[in-house]
């Protein structure tokens, strides 16, 4: 049944990933031909914003959902209940807290966006958002139980639903030349649908008994609170490292490099959809199976989704390099483009972004939210150096500091921690597992980029999204398929990953 879940939300998650993605990429196109490059901008400053106010969920999605394993794994209907009703009230004041601050800031919105905008389209497209990610929260009790009881599928055919009704109807308003106000209550009926479809399939899905007595959820309140001092921090992290990026680019280098930055970033964002779509039905699996199996048995199924991991990391990786600036060419025009250095850059994040994924699975399976210190380093590290390397290296600076704060917290540290305080293994068995997941990566890079200079592919020209297709295709195999026999050939984690695969689908 596990397994049957997993498959499902994967295969729903996929469909819905690529056509969101898709649709994303045509949306931001048509609201830059319709409304602008102004309009464009105070968009994407909207969403940059809406990522500092999001701080106040604390990472309680995160928290709530390790502490459902287990009365989900007994199938205690009580504790659930309870937890549950804990979940429900901690939102309730989230969404008062984002308010009141989504509504603070309005007042400085004149002082944040420099360009002269109308005060309609200033203030009501805000508002709108602001009441749309306050909505949202209504609905993420709901959410956090369909996906820790695996069953994220539900949550990927409403979430996917929700979006794309939503994208087409703002592609045809603002076709229709109804403007950024329409645009914006679409987006706040959306979640609206989203709220009555999942509080409907919860609600026949499970008999959850009404909490009348609050002082039962004071022990599971104490439980959540202890995991929201660990996700908070973490939560603040991935701000200063995404959020802060396009402000100083913004500040020091123009809305010109935002909206180039901002166009490969988007990309990078659609990577990660696609790599999250993988990784949630995993995550909550895993959690169970750790229930089931035990420490050592969930530790080897780590090194072979670990090592996974790394070879789609560098096949993705050496892709992107090589026609990422075809798609932005196709999808925007040439005045956006970034020089060939910055990409290779952006390539290498996009690597360090992927390749995390097993230990990032792992830490939520195993609830090990106390290393709360390290994303607070990381990202006060990437603010740091990226405040003084753009002022020398203009954009190049920013994106260094990404990768420095990438090298030491995210590759090395992080994983190490996972090792040190979920497998409770020690610094050996670290570095050895990890030169077996690094020395493959290394390897296939070399080799695949190596190839592709010789075998003269590169400038396959593009014209048109066919022949982008073709080009994406033609680099997928020739990097697929090599990366993919180096890292069967060097990495024993990975033939043991194949073979399982082989075993449970065929029985052999």
Known sequence: MRR??????????????VLIMVMTFFVRKVFLDELGSELTGFYLLINQLLGFINLAELGLGTASTYLLFKPLHKKDNTELSIIISTIRDLYKKIQLLVLIIGFAIAFFLPLIVKDKLQYLELYIPWVLFVLATTLSYSYSSESILLSADQKLHYVRVINGLGRVISFSLQILSLKLGYG????????????????LLFKSIVKKQYH?????????????RKEVFTELKKTFIHKISGVLIFNTDYLLVSFFLGLKYVTSYSSYIMIIQALS???????APLSTALGNYLHDKGGEATYKKFLQVNVFFFLCASVVSIVFYF?????????LGKSVLLANGTVLLISVNCFFLISRSAVDIFKVSYGYMSDIHLPLIE???NLIISLILIKYMGINGVIIGTIFSNVLIIM???????YKYGFKLDLN???KDYFLSWVPAITAVFFCCIFVSYAKVYPIPVEGVISLLFKCCVFTVIIGAPCTLLFAVLSPDLRGLIKSQLRARYGR
């Open 412 to 418: 090395i540290v992080r994983p190490y921690y996972l």
């Open 323 to 331: 026609v990422v600036n075809d798609v932005i060419t196709l999808w």
């Open 4 to 17: 049957e879940n997993v498959i499902k939300s994967f295969k729903y998650g996929l469909f819905f990933s």
């Open 180 to 195: 950024i106000i329409v645009f914006s209550i679409i987006e706040l009926t959306s979640n609206i649908l989203q709220l």
């Open 379 to 381: 990202g006060v590290a």
């Open 273 to 279: 959809f696609l790599i999250t779509t993988v990784s």
């Open 208 to 220: 959850l008994k009404p909490i009348k007595n609050k002082e039962e959820t004071t022990i599971f």
């Open 429 to 431: 068995t670290f570095f």
